[in-house]
């Protein structure tokens, strides 16, 4: 194992530290009801009957990516980290409307430009884990 499959091995499971964690988070109920109201009121549907299920299956991609970085199958970890990347790109919305709103969501209101690179970031380290 060369120096670079080392560093790979290392950012993989620092990955999947964080997103199974990030994925937990999920379920921890004000952690959810926060993320439930951090979603888009077009994303949410009427009377925000959908966010539930959108927290619960961004929860659950994250929990099974973060497992799936873990896999000794190559396949399966690229499938893993480009799903993680989807997921990414799925939940920004909500960041951004969390963004919009500091006083209500206090701390996860990340300001929208760090947040959007840290999120490249974030993505560019899961690329470079699985390829």
């Known amino acids: 194992m060369d120096a670079f499959a080392i560093a790979q091995l290392v950012l993989r499971i620092l990955l999947a530290v964080l997103f199974i964690g990030m994925g937990a988070a999920h379920f921890?109920?004000?952690?959810?009801?926060?993320?439930?109201a951090m979603i888009p009121a077009g994303f949410a549907g009427r009377e925000r009957r959908w966010a539930p299920m959108l927290v619960t299956a961004t929860g659950v991609v994250e929990i099974l990516g973060g497992l799936g970085l873990l896999a000794p199958w190559w396949g399966v970890r690229f499938a893993a980290g480009l799903v993680l990347i989807a997921v990414l790109?799925?939940?920004f919305p909500a960041n951004a409307e969390a963004a919009r709103d500091p006083k209500r969501f206090g701390a996860?209101?990340?300001?929208?430009?760090?947040?959007a690179i840290g999120q490249i970031v974030l993505g560019l380290l899961i690329l470079v884990a699985v390829i």
């Not at 109920?29 to 993320?35: D, L, N």
């Open 89 to 91: 790109v799925a939940v």
């Open 28 to 36: 921890v109920p004000r952690a959810r009801r926060t993320m439930g």
């Open 108 to 115: 996860v209101a990340v300001p929208i430009v760090p947040r």
